[in-house]
C-alpha cells in the first residue's frame, strides 16, 4: 500500500502548482484560509479541499408555469392521487393534489387524462459519460486501474457531455439526475458526481448543485481479478479487506495529524469518514456484504448503499438494521460467480423486511427502462404473496434513489418547494406498454415525445445517419 | 456431405417426433395467440394430441377422451422461441470452465458443432424455460476465425435429446468484430470468406480426408480442413450462413455475396442499421434477426441504431425476428417485444402490432430455423410447445403458469426457484436455512 500511495503522491508532486500547495495548505484547513491568510504576495497557492473547485454551473433553463391535469400521480413517497393535478412554476413544485387544486389562469395546462405523472426518473448507478457510446477505447475513461485504491480520482473528469446515452435516458427513461460512478476494477474507485440530466458543454453544466459526492467501493471478484491477475495485492477476497482497512487506518492518521501534506486520495477518505461523501459500494454476495458493514464500523464510516446487490434478500433484517440502501437489478443473474444466486424477487424480499430498495441501471441501455425493471421486481413479489403498491414501486427509482444520492430534500418527489423534475407518461409507466410523453428538469420542458425538436441531440450525432431520430 | 444432410433430417424426424411421455391436452376458455402474427381469440381452445398441435382458436370440438384444463380466460400461447441464443452451452459466462461458447484456443471454427455439447440440465436453460422459451437456436461464436461454428436449434424439455436440428445454420461475423478477427480489417474478413467458400466449392462432391490450402496465421487457424468441409453445406445451399452485420454499408456487402455465391441461404444477424437499407434487404429477401432495442451508437457501426429498426424493416417487407443475444439474457425476449408495441404510440417511432411482435418471438425465428409450421406457432402438425401465462406475455410483470413441450409438462423449477422458497422468510430460529429444502 505504502508504494502505491507514494506513487501518487509522487505524480502530484510532479506540478510545481502542488509543491507550492503542500507548502501553504495544511490538510483541513481549507484553501479558502490558506489563500486569504496568506501574507507572502508572492506565495502560490492552490485552493483548499474545500472550496468545490469544480464547482457546478448548472442554472435551471427557463420554463413556464405549467400544470397537468387529470392524470393519475405517482408523488414518488408512496403517495398515489386519482386524476390530479401537478401544478409547477418557477422550477419548483407549487402544488399536488386532487381534481380541486387551484390552477392560476393564463399557464400552460396539459390535459393528463389517461396518462401517469411521475417525479422524474432517478438512476444511482450509471456509467455515462465516463463509458460513453461509441464505446471505443479512446473513451474508456471508467477505471483508473493501476492500483486498487484509487480514491483521489474524480469521475466527473472523466465525464463526457456528449455521450449520447444522456439523451436516451431522457427521452425513454424518463432520467432527470444520476449518479455517475467510478467502475469496479478498484477497491477505492474514487468519487462520484452527482448529474442533473441536461445536455451540456460542460460537465460542470450538469453538475447537481449542493449534492454530497459519492465514494465508490468495490467487493469481491473485480479487484481481485484485476491485481490478482498482475501477481500484486489483492488477489483474494481477505486480500481486499486487508488493503481495504490498511487504506483506511492511514486516512484516519492523515485526519489527525495536522502537519500532513496536502493528499487528494485521503481528502476524499476523511471526507467519507466525516460523513460528507456517501460511500456506494459495488458489492453481490451477502455474506461479504455483512463484513463490509463491520468493517465500517470498525473504522467509523457508514455505507450508504450496496450496488448490485444480488444477494441482499438473503440479509434484508441486516441491511434494515444498518440502515442501508441495496441497489439492485431486476433479473440480472449468473453472467459471473457472484451472480449465481440472483433472484427476481430480490426487491420484494428487501421489501418484506423493510429494508431500503432502489433500483439501478449501470447500463446505458437499461437506464431506459428502469419504470419496467422496477415493475418485474414488483411481479416477482406479488407471486410469493407480497403486495407491493404501485406508488410504493415508483419510489425504487424516485426517492429511495434520491435519498441515497443525498439529494432527497430537494428532488426525487413530487412535494411542494421540490424542484420541478416531472415526468408524464402516456400510460402507467409500470407497463412496458408506456413511454415518457414530457419531460421536465427544474421546470423546463427538455424532452418532448410530440414534437421533434424538443429532443436533444449530442454534437457526436450531428450530420450521422439517423440524427435526430426519434431513437 | 450428402451423409451430414442425411443425418441432420433423420434427426429432425426423431426429435419432433412424439416423446414417450407425450400428453394429450385440451386447454380451454384460453384468450389464444395462434403465434403466427394475429391478433389474440377470446375464448379459444388449443388441442394436442400425440405431442403435436391438433387444432387451436375458436370452435375447436371437445375429443373425447382428452382431460380439458380450464384456462380460466387467461393467453395460451405458442412456446416462444429465441434465436440466438448460448442456451446449454455455459453455465457461468465469467466461469471460463463452465462455458463453451467460445473456442478461441481451438485450430477450429466453422467445424465446431454446438449440438455436441448441450447441457439440457444447465440452469440457464430451467431458467428460459420457466420463462416460456421452449425452443431456442443456440450456437458457439466467432473467436479464433470469423466463423463461429455450425449453431443448433434445441428444445428446452431438459431430456436426453435437446438437439431438435443439428448443424442447422453457420455462424460467420462480417461485422467490425470478424474484421478484427480477421486480422485487423473487414477487408480482410471479405477475404477470409470468399477464400473459405472457394475451398468448400471445391471440396464439394467429393468424398474422404478433404485437401484444402489452410488459412494460418501464427498459431491462429482461419481455416482449417475441416472447417472448409464443413462449409460445404453453406456453400452449397443446404445449411443457412448466418451472418452478423450491423452498419449499411456491411450489409450491403453481405447481400452482394449471393452475386458471387448464388446458392447460399443467407440471414442477417444484428443489423442494427438494416432500417437504412430495408428495401434492399426485402428485395433480397434475406430474413434479419435483429437487436430489438439497441438505439445507442455503441461503435461506428451502429451510429443509426434506433429501437424503430424492426418496425421500419418489417414495414418495408422484410422477415424479422427479434434477437435474443442482444437482450440482457434472452428471458427479456418478451419485453423487447413489447417494447415494440409499444412504439406504436410514440410519434415518429415504428413500432409492431400486438400479433407481429409476438410472431417476432415465436413463428418468426422458428421459420428462419427451418421449422416453419413446425414451432412457434399453435398451427395443425406443429409441435405441442404451449404456455399458459399468468397475463398478457408480453408485459414485464407475467410469467407462464404452464408450459408444455411436445404435450409434456414441464417443471418450471431451478436453483432460482429453490432460493426463492428458502428465501421467503429470513427466519432461522429452529435451524440454519441450509436446512431449509
Given at each position: 500500500m505504502t508504494t502505491n500511495f507514494a506513487r501518487g503522491l509522487g505524480l502530484a508532486m510532479a506540478g510545481a502548482w502542488a509543491l507550492a500547495a503542500c507548502t501553504t495548505t495544511s490538510s483541513d484547513s481549507g484553501g479558502a484560509q490558506a489563500g486569504a491568510a496568506s501574507t507572502k504576495a508572492a506565495a502560490l497557492a492552490a485552493k483548499g479541499p474545500r472550496d468545490d473547485p469544480f464547482a457546478s454551473t448548472y442554472a435551471p433553463y427557463p420554463n413556464i408555469a405549467t400544470a397537468i391535469r387529470g392524470a393519475t400521480i405517482y408523488d414518488g413517497k408512496g403517495g398515489k392521487i386519482e386524476n390530479g393535478v401537478v401544478f409547477m412554476s418557477g422550477g419548483k413544485i407549487v402544488s399536488v393534489g386532487g381534481p380541486d387544486t387551484p390552477i392560476p389562469a393564463d399557464i400552460a395546462v396539459f390535459d393528463g387524462t389517461g396518462k401517469f405523472v411521475t417525479p422524474g426518473i432517478i438512476d444511482i448507478h450509471s456509467h455515462l459519460g465516463n463509458y460513453p457510446t461509441p464505446g471505443v477505447d479512446a473513451h474508456s475513461d471508467g477505471n483508473e486501474a493501476t492500483s486498487p485504491t484509487t480514491p483521489d480520482v474524480w469521475a466527473e473528469h472523466s465525464v463526457w457531455p456528449q455521450d449520447p446515452g444522456f439523451t436516451r435516458a431522457l427521452a425513454n427513461g424518463g432520467i432527470t439526475a444520476l449518479q455517475i460512478l467510478p467502475g469496479s476494477a478498484n477497491l477505492m474507485g474514487g468519487r462520484s458526481v452527482t448529474l442533473k440530466n441536461v445536455p451540456a458543454r460542460t460537465v460542470q453544466q450538469m453538475k447537481f448543485p449542493g449534492a454530497p459526492y459519492g465514494f465508490k467501493m468495490a467487493c469481491g471478484e473485480n479487484p481481485k481479478r484485476v491485481y490478482g491477475g498482475r501477481g500484486r495485492m489483492p488477489s483474494?477476497?481477505?486480500?481486499?479487506?486487508?488493503?481495504?482497512?490498511?487504506?483506511?487506518?492511514?486516512?484516519i492518521e492523515y485526519a489527525n495529524n495536522e502537519k500532513a501534506r496536502r493528499?487528494?486520495?485521503?481528502?476524499?477518505?476523511?471526507?467519507?469518514?466525516?460523513?460528507?461523501?456517501?460511500?456506494?459500494?459495488?458489492?453481490?454476495?451477502?455474506?461479504?456484504?455483512?463484513?463490509?458493514?463491520?468493517?465500517?464500523?470498525?473504522?467509523?464510516?457508514?455505507?450508504?448503499?450496496?450496488?448490485?446487490?444480488?444477494?441482499?434478500?438473503?440479509?434484508?433484517?441486516?441491511?434494515?438494521?444498518?440502515?442501508?440502501?441495496?441497489?439492485?437489478?431486476?433479473?440480472?443473474?449468473g453472467f459471473k460467480m457472484e451472480a449465481y444466486d440472483g433472484i427476481m424477487e430480490n426487491a420484494a424480499y428487501l421489501a418484506r423486511e423493510g429494508a431500503c430498495v432502489v433500483i439501478h441501471s449501470d447500463d446505458a441501455n437499461d437506464i431506459q427502462r428502469l419504470n419496467q425493471e422496477a415493475a418485474k421486481a414488483q411481479a416477482a413479489g406479488r407471486r410469493m404473496g407480497i403486495n407491493i403498491p404501485d406508488a410504493t414501486v415508483i419510489g425504487w427509482i424516485t426517492h429511495n434513489p434520491a435519498k441515497a444520492m443525498g439529494i432527497g430534500d430537494v428532488t426525487g418527489s413530487l412535494e411542494v418547494g421540490k424542484m420541478a423534475d416531472v415526468v408524464l407518461w402516456n400510460g402507467n409507466p409500470l407497463s412496458v406498454y408506456s413511454r415518457p410523453e414530457k419531460v421536465w428538469i427544474d421546470g423546463a420542458l427538455m424532452f418532448d415525445a410530440m414534437n421533434p425538436k424538443t429532443r436533444p441531440v449530442s454534437d457526436f450525432e450531428l450530420g450521422q445517419p439517423g440524427a435526430g431520430d426519434v431513437k | 456431405m450428402r451423409r451430414f444432410v442425411a443425418l441432420a433430417a433423420s434427426a429432425v424426424a426423431v426429435a419432433l417426433a412424439a416423446p414417450a411421455l407425450a400428453q394429450d391436452v385440451f386447454i380451454t376458455n384460453a384468450r389464444v395467440v395462434i403465434g403466427d402474427g394475429g391478433e389474440p381469440i377470446e375464448g379459444g381452445s388449443v388441442l394436442v394430441r400425440g405431442?403435436?398441435?391438433?387444432?387451436?382458436?375458436?370452435?375447436?370440438?371437445?375429443?373425447?377422451?382428452?382431460?380439458?384444463?380450464?384456462?380460466?380466460?387467461?393467453?395460451?400461447?405458442?412456446?416462444?422461441?429465441?434465436?440466438?441464443?448460448?442456451?446449454?452451452?455455459?453455465?457461468?459466462?465469467?466461469?471460463?470452465?463452465?462455458?463453451?461458447?467460445?473456442?478461441?484456443?481451438?485450430?477450429?471454427?466453422?467445424?465446431?458443432?454446438?449440438?455436441?455439447?448441450?447441457?439440457?440440465?444447465?440452469?440457464?436453460?430451467?431458467?428460459?424455460?420457466?420463462?416460456?422459451?421452449t425452443r431456442a437456436a443456440t450456437t458457439t461464436l466467432p473467436s479464433g476465425s470469423i466463423f463461429g461454428g455450425q449453431g443448433a436449434i434445441i428444445d428446452l424439455d431438459g431430456d436426453a435429446n435437446a438437439v431438435t436440428l443439428p448443424r442447422a445454420f453457420q455462424l460467420v461475423d462480417l461485422s467490425e468484430g470478424g474484421g478484427r478477427i480477421a486480422g485487423g480489417s473487414r477487408v480482410a474478413a471479405q477475404v477470409l470468406l470468399r477464400?473459405?467458400?472457394?475451398?468448400?466449392?471445391?471440396?464439394?462432391?467429393?468424398?474422404?480426408?478433404?485437401?484444402?490450402?489452410?488459412?494460418?496465421?501464427?498459431?491462429?487457424?482461419?481455416?482449417?480442413?475441416?472447417?472448409?468441409?464443413?462449409?460445404?453445406?453453406?456453400?452449397?445451399?443446404?445449411?443457412?450462413?448466418?451472418?452478423?452485420?450491423?452498419?449499411?454499408?456491411?450489409?450491403?456487402?453481405?447481400?452482394?455475396?449471393?452475386?458471387?455465391?448464388?446458392?447460399?441461404?443467407?440471414?442477417?444477424?444484428?443489423?442494427?442499421?438494416?432500417?437504412?437499407?430495408?428495401?434492399?434487404?426485402?428485395?433480397?429477401?434475406?430474413?434479419?434477426?435483429?437487436?430489438?432495442?439497441?438505439?445507442?451508437?455503441?461503435?461506428?457501426?451502429?451510429?443509426?441504431?434506433?429501437?424503430?429498426?424492426?418496425?421500419?424493416?418489417?414495414?418495408?417487407?422484410?422477415?424479422?425476428?427479434?434477437?435474443?443475444?442482444?437482450?440482457?439474457?434472452?428471458?427479456?425476449?418478451?419485453?423487447?417485444?413489447?417494447?415494440?408495441?409499444?412504439?406504436?404510440?410514440?410519434?415518429?417511432?415504428?413500432?409492431?402490432?400486438?400479433?407481429?411482435?409476438?410472431?417476432?418471438?415465436?413463428?418468426?425465428?422458428?421459420?428462419?430455423?427451418?421449422?416453419?409450421?413446425?414451432?412457434?406457432?399453435?398451427?395443425?402438425?406443429?409441435?405441442?410447445?404451449?404456455?399458459?401465462?399468468?397475463?398478457?406475455?408480453?408485459?414485464?410483470?407475467?410469467?407462464?403458469?404452464?408450459?408444455?413441450?411436445?404435450?409434456?409438462?414441464?417443471?418450471?423449477?431451478?436453483?432460482?426457484?429453490?432460493?426463492?422458497?428458502?428465501?421467503?422468510?429470513?427466519?432461522?430460529?429452529?435451524?440454519?436455512?441450509?436446512?431449509?429444502?
Amino acid at each position: 500500500m505504502t508504494t502505491n500511495f507514494a506513487r501518487g503522491l509522487g505524480l502530484a508532486m510532479a506540478g510545481a502548482w502542488a509543491l507550492a500547495a503542500c507548502t501553504t495548505t495544511s490538510s483541513d484547513s481549507g484553501g479558502a484560509q490558506a489563500g486569504a491568510a496568506s501574507t507572502k504576495a508572492a506565495a502560490l497557492a492552490a485552493k483548499g479541499p474545500r472550496d468545490d473547485p469544480f464547482a457546478s454551473t448548472y442554472a435551471p433553463y427557463p420554463n413556464i408555469a405549467t400544470a397537468i391535469r387529470g392524470a393519475t400521480i405517482y408523488d414518488g413517497k408512496g403517495g398515489k392521487i386519482e386524476n390530479g393535478v401537478v401544478f409547477m412554476s418557477g422550477g419548483k413544485i407549487v402544488s399536488v393534489g386532487g381534481p380541486d387544486t387551484p390552477i392560476p389562469a393564463d399557464i400552460a395546462v396539459f390535459d393528463g387524462t389517461g396518462k401517469f405523472v411521475t417525479p422524474g426518473i432517478i438512476d444511482i448507478h450509471s456509467h455515462l459519460g465516463n463509458y460513453p457510446t461509441p464505446g471505443v477505447d479512446a473513451h474508456s475513461d471508467g477505471n483508473e486501474a493501476t492500483s486498487p485504491t484509487t480514491p483521489d480520482v474524480w469521475a466527473e473528469h472523466s465525464v463526457w457531455p456528449q455521450d449520447p446515452g444522456f439523451t436516451r435516458a431522457l427521452a425513454n427513461g424518463g432520467i432527470t439526475a444520476l449518479q455517475i460512478l467510478p467502475g469496479s476494477a478498484n477497491l477505492m474507485g474514487g468519487r462520484s458526481v452527482t448529474l442533473k440530466n441536461v445536455p451540456a458543454r460542460t460537465v460542470q453544466q450538469m453538475k447537481f448543485p449542493g449534492a454530497p459526492y459519492g465514494f465508490k467501493m468495490a467487493c469481491g471478484e473485480n479487484p481481485k481479478r484485476v491485481y490478482g491477475g498482475r501477481g500484486r495485492m489483492p488477489s483474494t477476497r481477505m486480500g481486499n479487506f486487508a488493503v481495504n482497512r490498511q487504506t483506511w487506518l492511514d486516512a484516519i492518521e492523515y485526519a489527525n495529524n495536522e502537519k500532513a501534506r496536502r493528499d487528494l486520495a485521503k481528502e476524499t477518505l476523511v471526507g467519507v469518514l466525516r460523513g460528507e461523501i456517501l460511500v456506494h459500494n459495488h458489492c453481490y454476495r451477502a455474506d461479504e456484504m455483512a463484513l463490509v458493514m463491520d468493517m465500517a464500523k470498525e473504522m467509523g464510516y457508514k455505507v450508504t448503499a450496496f450496488h448490485h446487490a444480488v444477494e441482499a434478500y438473503k440479509i434484508g433484517d441486516l441491511l434494515r438494521e444498518n440502515d442501508v440502501c441495496s441497489a439492485i437489478w431486476a433479473d440480472w443473474y449468473g453472467f459471473k460467480m457472484e451472480a449465481y444466486d440472483g433472484i427476481m424477487e430480490n426487491a420484494a424480499y428487501l421489501a418484506r423486511e423493510g429494508a431500503c430498495v432502489v433500483i439501478h441501471s449501470d447500463d446505458a441501455n437499461d437506464i431506459q427502462r428502469l419504470n419496467q425493471e422496477a415493475a418485474k421486481a414488483q411481479a416477482a413479489g406479488r407471486r410469493m404473496g407480497i403486495n407491493i403498491p404501485d406508488a410504493t414501486v415508483i419510489g425504487w427509482i424516485t426517492h429511495n434513489p434520491a435519498k441515497a444520492m443525498g439529494i432527497g430534500d430537494v428532488t426525487g418527489s413530487l412535494e411542494v418547494g421540490k424542484m420541478a423534475d416531472v415526468v408524464l407518461w402516456n400510460g402507467n409507466p409500470l407497463s412496458v406498454y408506456s413511454r415518457p410523453e414530457k419531460v421536465w428538469i427544474d421546470g423546463a420542458l427538455m424532452f418532448d415525445a410530440m414534437n421533434p425538436k424538443t429532443r436533444p441531440v449530442s454534437d457526436f450525432e450531428l450530420g450521422q445517419p439517423g440524427a435526430g431520430d426519434v431513437k | 456431405m450428402r451423409r451430414f444432410v442425411a443425418l441432420a433430417a433423420s434427426a429432425v424426424a426423431v426429435a419432433l417426433a412424439a416423446p414417450a411421455l407425450a400428453q394429450d391436452v385440451f386447454i380451454t376458455n384460453a384468450r389464444v395467440v395462434i403465434g403466427d402474427g394475429g391478433e389474440p381469440i377470446e375464448g379459444g381452445s388449443v388441442l394436442v394430441r400425440g405431442g403435436r398441435v391438433v387444432a387451436a382458436g375458436s370452435g375447436v370440438a371437445a375429443p373425447a377422451g382428452v382431460p380439458s384444463m380450464d384456462a380460466d380466460g387467461r393467453w395460451v400461447t405458442p412456446g416462444l422461441f429465441a434465436t440466438l441464443t448460448s442456451l446449454g452451452l455455459a453455465d457461468v459466462d465469467a466461469v471460463g470452465e463452465s462455458n463453451d461458447v467460445r473456442a478461441g484456443g481451438a485450430p477450429f471454427s466453422a467445424s465446431l458443432d454446438a449440438s455436441l455439447a448441450i447441457n439440457s440440465t444447465s440452469q440457464n436453460i430451467l431458467v428460459h424455460r420457466a420463462a416460456g422459451i421452449t425452443r431456442a437456436a443456440t450456437t458457439t461464436l466467432p473467436s479464433g476465425s470469423i466463423f463461429g461454428g455450425q449453431g443448433a436449434i434445441i428444445d428446452l424439455d431438459g431430456d436426453a435429446n435437446a438437439v431438435t436440428l443439428p448443424r442447422a445454420f453457420q455462424l460467420v461475423d462480417l461485422s467490425e468484430g470478424g474484421g478484427r478477427i480477421a486480422g485487423g480489417s473487414r477487408v480482410a474478413a471479405q477475404v477470409l470468406l470468399r477464400g473459405a467458400l472457394r475451398e468448400a466449392q471445391a471440396l464439394a462432391g467429393r468424398s474422404g480426408m478433404p485437401a484444402t490450402t489452410e488459412i494460418i496465421k501464427g498459431d491462429k487457424v482461419m481455416l482449417g480442413r475441416f472447417d472448409a468441409e464443413a462449409l460445404v453445406p453453406v456453400v452449397t445451399g443446404r445449411q443457412k450462413l448466418y451472418v452478423m452485420a450491423e452498419r449499411a454499408a456491411d450489409i450491403r456487402s453481405v447481400l452482394a455475396l449471393k452475386a458471387e455465391f448464388p446458392r447460399l441461404d443467407l440471414v442477417l444477424v444484428g443489423a442494427s442499421e438494416g432500417w437504412l437499407v430495408a428495401a434492399e434487404i426485402a428485395a433480397a429477401k434475406v430474413p434479419v434477426i435483429a437487436n430489438g432495442l439497441d438505439d445507442l451508437p455503441e461503435t461506428f457501426q451502429k451510429l443509426a441504431s434506433t429501437q424503430s429498426n424492426i418496425g421500419r424493416m418489417k414495414a418495408a417487407g422484410v422477415t424479422v425476428a427479434i434477437n435474443a443475444e442482444a437482450a440482457q439474457n434472452p428471458r427479456r425476449l418478451s419485453q423487447t417485444a413489447g417494447n415494440l408495441v409499444a412504439l406504436t404510440k410514440v410519434p415518429g417511432a415504428a413500432g409492431l402490432s400486438w400479433g407481429e411482435a409476438f410472431a417476432a418471438i415465436s413463428s418468426v425465428p422458428a421459420s428462419i430455423s427451418g421449422l416453419a409450421g413446425r414451432a412457434g406457432v399453435l398451427a395443425p402438425g406443429a409441435v405441442g410447445d404451449v404456455v399458459i401465462w399468468d397475463g398478457d406475455p408480453l408485459e414485464v410483470g407475467s410469467v407462464p403458469a404452464k408450459v408444455f413441450i411436445s404435450g409434456v409438462e414441464q417443471s418450471l423449477e431451478s436453483h432460482q426457484s429453490g432460493l426463492r422458497q428458502r428465501y421467503r422468510d429470513l427466519d432461522e430460529s429452529a435451524r440454519p436455512k441450509a436446512f431449509d429444502w
